[in-house]
């Protein structure tokens, strides 16, 4: 059988299982649908309870108390990403962590992380008046358990900062080497 046939008779059970899927849930009963969307919801909320988004809604402030209390008792800092849903370099970062599943566990050992959302719709002034300036988004600040500041994000290349290892590892070592921006 040619190559194309078989790709399109692939497509063609592949588009038929998507068809079906709603009508497979809906004959499921009551009780195997909840537990599915239950483990559905349980997976996609952090284990820190803290939003996984930036939600312009939220209060910094009540969600940097939770971090202080979950930070202190685990002996962690707090990584707080700013950013916006709007920002599709935020997205990038996301997604690298979750890419590079050994960097999101490392970030998650030593890290209580937080997302703080900078919009429009809620530019969280206040809460942001006590650190340095944001030069771009995504901005990363690690805090102590105490919530005071360690360390702002340099000024750096955003394709450096976001897309390779050695490029973020150099973006944030305390001496930047030459082309750092």
């Known amino acids: 059988m040619r190559r194309s046939i078989r790709w399109h008779k692939r497509g063609a059970v592949t588009f038929l299982a998507i068809l ?7 004959r499921a009963s009551p009780a195997m ?3 599915f ?3 559905f919801a349980a ?5 820190n309870g803290l939003p996984d988004g930036y939600d312009p809604r939220r209060d910094p402030e009540k969600d940097l108390d939770a971090a202080r209390g979950e930070a202190k008792k685990a002996g962690k800092n707090i990584f707080v990403e700013v950013g916006g849903e709007w ?15 050994n960097l999101e566990a490392l970030r998650d050992k030593n890290y209580v992380p937080m997302k703080v959302s ?5 530019p969280n002034r206040a809460f ?10 995504p901005h990363i600040f690690i805090l102590d ?9 340099p000024k750096c290349s955003r394709t450096a900062k976001v897309t390779t290892q050695s490029g973020f590892r150099n973006c944030w070592s305390s001496a930047p080497r030459s082309g750092s921006a």
Do not use: V
């Open 118 to 122: 900078m919009s429009q719709e809620n």
């Open 33 to 35: 649908t909840g537990k």
């Open 43 to 47: 997976s996609s909320t952090p284990q």
């Open 87 to 101: 920002c599709t370099w935020c997205h990038i970062l996301d997604r690298f962590f979750h890419e590079h599943p």
């Open 37 to 39: 969307w239950a483990q």
């Open 20 to 26: 079906m899927l709603p009508a497979a849930i809906c």
């Open 145 to 153: 358990a105490e919530g005071k500041l360690i360390r702002s994000q």
């Open 128 to 137: 942001f008046s006590r650190f340095p300036y944001i030069h771009g988004y």
